[in-house]
Nanobody, 126 residues
Framework: QVQLVESGGGLVQAGGSLRLSCAAS????????VGWFRRAPGKEREFVAA????????DYEDSVKGRFTISRDNNGNTVYLQMNSLKPGDTAVYYC???????????????????WGQGTQVTVSS
């Protein structure tokens, strides 16, 4: 059973940056698609970004393209979400998610993931 722990959230002013980390235990991210989702107050959880296990190419939700970057470290134990030019609309709890090994479905929706972290709060002030 893969367990995920997010860190790096906090309070930042609009225009600032944060880097979220997602650490895996009980397994690694090697061979797994990994995604970031977020839930803003009063809203449904939504897709933010994903990195594919097969090619390491990335997908992004339109509103974060050019501002957020998802990446993984070389040892396969940590995935990052670098968030630049943050806006108040980015305020949310951010969740890391991982797929089972070599899962054939690209992880653009919640149902494509099997393991979830508890989330980390990101608050962007105006």
């Amino acid at each position: 059973q893969v367990q995920l722990v997010e860190s790096g959230g906090g309070l930042v002013q609009a225009g600032g940056s944060l880097r979220l980390s997602c650490a895996a235990s009980g397994g690694t991210f090697s061979g797994r698609g990994v995604g970031w989702f977020r839930r803003a107050p009063g809203k449904e959880r939504e897709f933010v970004a994903a990195i594919r296990w097969s090619s390491a190419s990335a997908d992004y939700e339109d509103s974060v393209k050019g501002r957020f970057t998802i990446s993984r470290d070389n040892n396969g134990n940590t995935v990052y979400l670098q968030m630049n030019s943050l806006k108040p609309g980015d305020t949310a709890v951010y969740y890391c998610a991982a797929q089972k090994l070599a899962w054939p479905i690209v992880g653009l929706t919640e149902t494509a993931y099997h393991y979830w972290g508890q989330g980390t709060q990101v608050t962007v002030s105006s």
